[in-house]
């Protein structure tokens, strides 16, 4: 008797552990204590007060190229990964093709007519795709999830792909039509062939409407296949998250991890790394590469320079004595093939 109350003690443990914490009516939390969210219209109030962000007389000039749609089936030229803009990424590995955080809009806003504008065009836009197999979303922000978007793959004429979701979210997809579509929480994983993909913790939050803040989770990917391993942060502040998802599921081959929308520090910090902590992000994440996104996509997001990101990196990177290749940038459009780096 003892050694079954034992046994049904330590399952009950471990599976409430790997769940995602709640706070009653206020919805999820995060793993580790951190201060409250600064005011929203206090930053406001500075950025138009101090006429922020300010963008060259020129304009801004951000590097970005055409995708090739038929470059990207072919095999010599994958496993890869092309870098759509801001967290939209497409990965092809294990022969899927699978979409990270995908909006193909010209705004991430709720409206058409207002609201952060893409200021580099679309490199390829969705008929233009190959057939997605899986699409993975961090979290409910609208520069994370797009309803157009989301409607026009589900529609697409190959065939709508496998949805994978954070806790909370089918509902928003059942809403929309959508019924190949999948929620998980934290530290759960799933199948797609020999593809295996875990849901793991990150700092953030969730809200798309006035009342229904941090009642859906988010997260971050963790795909498996083909060799190689790798790992799709969404957004996140700084916690021992990281150094959890590296002792646990670590070491990675490459990571895609933001290193924009960070200014000012005072409202973001909880929220959006900077490029320091990025740095020490693929550190705890024992990640042998990374790649930086999330920046240089869409006006009005943050107040630093869309194009500061990566000349920060560099410094970085210098001061930390790492390589370009270690952690790296793309120019939007771009197609990086992907190699395994980490010991078998």
């Not at 979409?99 to 504008?117: K, N, Q, Y």
């Not at 979290?139 to 797009?146: C, G, P, V």
């Not at 004429?157 to 928003?172: E, T």
């Amino acid at each position: 008797m003892h050694r079954f109350l034992a046994l049904f003690l330590l399952v009950f443990s471990a599976a409430t552990l790997a769940q995602a914490p709640r706070l009653g009516v206020d919805g999820f939390r995060n793993n580790y204590p951190h201060p409250d969210k600064p005011s929203f219209l206090a930053w406001q109030w500075e950025r138009l007060r101090d006429g922020l962000p300010q963008p060259p007389p020129g304009g801004w000039n951000l590097p970005a190229m055409r995708t090739d749609p038929v470059a990207l089936g072919e095999p010599a030229n994958n496993p890869s990964v092309t870098w759509v803009g801001h967290a939209t990424m497409l990965l092809r590995l294990a022969g899927k093709n699978i979409l990270f955080d995908p909006i193909f809009s010209e705004r991430a806003s709720p409206v058409g007519f207002a609201g952060p504008r893409r200021i580099v065009p679309l490199p390829i836009d969705i008929p233009q795709l190959p057939r997605i197999d899986v699409v993975m979303i961090s979290h409910n922000h609208y520069d994370h999830l797009d309803v157009e978007s989301i409607k026009r793959l589900a529609a697409m004429a190959q065939g709508s792909p496998r949805f994978l979701v954070p806790l909370g979210l089918k509902a928003w997809f059942m809403d929309q039509g959508i019924t190949r579509v999948d929620e998980y929480d934290w530290w759960q994983d799933t199948r797609e062939d020999t593809l295996k993909i875990t849901f793991v913790p990150v700092q953030h939050w969730s809200k798309r409407r006035l009342n229904d803040t941090n009642q859906t989770l988010w997260g971050g990917w963790v795909v498996e296949g083909e060799g190689l391993r790798l790992i799709h942060t969404g957004d996140t502040g700084y916690s021992k998250d990281f150094q959890d998802i590296g002792a646990r599921l670590g070491p990675f081959d490459m990571a895609f991890l933001p290193i924009g929308a960070y200014a000012p520090r005072w409202f973001m910090k909880i929220m959006h790394i900077d490029v320091p902590e990025a740095v020490q992000v693929r550190a705890d994440l024992r990640a042998h590469r990374a790649i930086g996104m999330h920046w240089g996509t869409f006006e009005s997001l943050a107040d630093e320079p869309l194009d500061e990101p990566p000349a920060e990196l560099a410094r970085r990177r210098a001061e930390r004595g790492l390589s370009q290749a270690d952690f790296d940038v793309m120019m939007i459009g771009e197609t990086r093939r992907l190699e395994r780096l980490r010991a078998p």
